[in-house]
């Protein structure tokens, strides 16, 4: 694959289909589209969770619950209330985005993830690698990063059935 694509997305976010010998392309718009609904970086998020989840592996409750947080600075200051115990669950309105299923399936077909039983998503030996270097620049999603790194250990998959 050329790299004719913008050099500040990275090859492994650029989509192609070398079966239908069709290529998309990431090219500038001049509306901006909010971050919670690029592809790239709900992948990139749920590959983040996913790695620092016991085993690479997480619920598909617990992506719904973290990915919800991720969404926005008051979704995540509610999240952290609650798996804080400083806020009560009942209050907490967690809405069920449809783009995470679509980015799950992207994530799946890429080979970044895989469906397990039970309802549960690993990462596979790719998405680690690229999780890894996501951890590593220090400039891609730093809020996220945060929030994943402060919050993994208390977002376990007990925590979140008792939540959700």
Excluded: C
Aim: net charge positive; aromatic share 6%; proline share 5%.
């Amino acid at each position: 694959m050329t790299n004719d694509h913008p050099s500040n997305i990275p090859d492994w976010l650029v989509v192609t289909a070398d079966s239908a010998r069709t290529s998309f392309r990431v090219s500038q718009r001049p509306e901006p589209v909010p971050v919670d609904l690029r592809r790239s970086w709900r992948l990139a998020t749920l590959v983040l969770i996913l790695e620092s989840s016991r085993s690479n592996r997480a619920s598909h409750k617990k992506l719904v619950l973290l990915n919800y947080a991720l969404r926005s600075h008051e979704a995540r200051n509610n999240i952290e209330g609650v798996l804080r115990g400083e806020i009560s669950p009942f209050f907490l309105e967690v809405r069920v985005d449809p783009s995470l299923g679509r980015a799950l399936d992207y994530g799946t077909g890429l080979g970044l993830m895989k469906r397990l039983p039970h309802a549960r998503i690993e990462l596979t030996g790719e998405g680690v690698s690229i999780a890894k270097s996501i951890w590593k620049d220090e400039a891609m999603l730093t809020a996220e990063k945060q929030f994943v790194k402060r919050f993994h250990k208390l977002a376990t998959e007990g925590r979140v059935d008792q939540i959700l």
